[in-house]
């Protein structure tokens, strides 16, 4: 199959994306990226797979980051990234020829795509890859110390926000012992493997995130989702937990699980990347084709 051209396209005003339309695609996958991550980081290595098997690929920035519109930049807004990813589903809806949407998030837009498919009963399959599917044991992780730095900067920049100030940022990926949200061994390196050089990702997020990652835990509403879903985990996950993100597809009602002997950057690259995104293309032809 000849490789589809790439579109650039603008959701709601804001929200910019790239679009794979194949020629005769009935269905469509919106793809979205993890914490702080934009769409030039791997991210769209899979939507062309994905519009290799014939499907139309949806991939966004969030607004606040990338090439998204947005300020103040760099906001991770819990609430507002879900808003993106509805945008882009009711997007996907009513492209041409289009009669079924599915969703791929990765890492924290995993735990996204879980929350979407368990909300919107008219999903018609999922893919969540490393997916982040509880906050609580995610920050659970973190060092103490780290906790107790990421909790001043993050309490001094939401009340700030309150009183109209300009937003405190912290390091979103940092090397263990540095004052970042994810510091574990593999983060940076893992960052930086799926960063080209003329990428739009800063290692930078508002701090006040550092408040509400604990209380978003997508997982717990697994029951809900009606459509197949595939949960992809990186059994050497460092950031994620595993055994979360397994029960979502113990719970799911059609729930898949594959497990891959990696860590979780490790998906993204490579042989790990093949495996993954063949099984991965193979699941979401057979269920939106």
């Not at 650039?8 to 991550?37: M, N, R, Y």
């Not at 519109?69 to 906001?75: A, C, I, K, S, V």
Request: aromatic content about 8%.
């Amino acid at each position: 199959m000849a490789a589809v051209l790439r579109q650039d396209i603008t959701l709601g005003g804001e929200v910019a994306a790239w679009l794979w339309h194949p020629e005769g695609a009935k269905g469509c996958v919106v793809l979205g990226h993890g914490f702080s991550a934009v769409r030039d980081m791997r991210i769209d290595a899979y939507a062309e797979r994905f519009a290799e098997a014939g499907l139309a690929a949806l991939l966004f920035d969030y607004r606040h980051f990338g090439a998204s519109g947005g300020q103040p930049r760099q906001l991770l807004d819990i609430k507002r990234q879900l808003e993106d990813w509805r945008t882009a589903v009711a997007y996907a809806r009513g492209l041409d020829g289009v009669e079924k949407v599915g969703l791929f998030g990765s890492s924290f837009g995993g735990g996204h795509a879980i929350e979407i498919a368990a909300s919107d009963p008219n999903v018609d399959a999922a893919v969540a890859q490393c997916p982040m599917t509880d906050g609580l044991l995610a920050a659970q992780r973190m060092p103490v110390k780290t906790a107790l730095k990421v909790g001043k900067l993050a309490l001094q920049d939401e009340l700030g926000s309150r009183l109209g100030r300009k937003p405190k940022y912290i390091a979103a990926a940092g090397k263990p012992g540095d004052v970042a949200i994810m510091s574990a061994e593999d983060t940076l390196p893992g960052f930086e493997s799926l960063t080209p050089p003329d990428s739009q990702w800063v290692n930078a997020v508002a701090a006040r995130i550092g408040l509400w990652v604990g209380t978003y835990r997508p997982g717990r509403h697994a029951a809900s989702i009606t459509c197949p879903i595939l949960i992809s985990v990186c059994e050497k996950d460092s950031l994620v937990s595993v055994d979360a993100a397994a029960k979502v597809a113990d719970d799911a009602p059609q729930g898949e699980l594959t497990r891959y002997p990696i860590g979780h950057f490790e998906i993204y690259t490579g042989e790990w990347f093949e495996r993954a995104v063949t099984r991965q293309a193979e699941f979401l032809a057979r269920h939106l084709n």
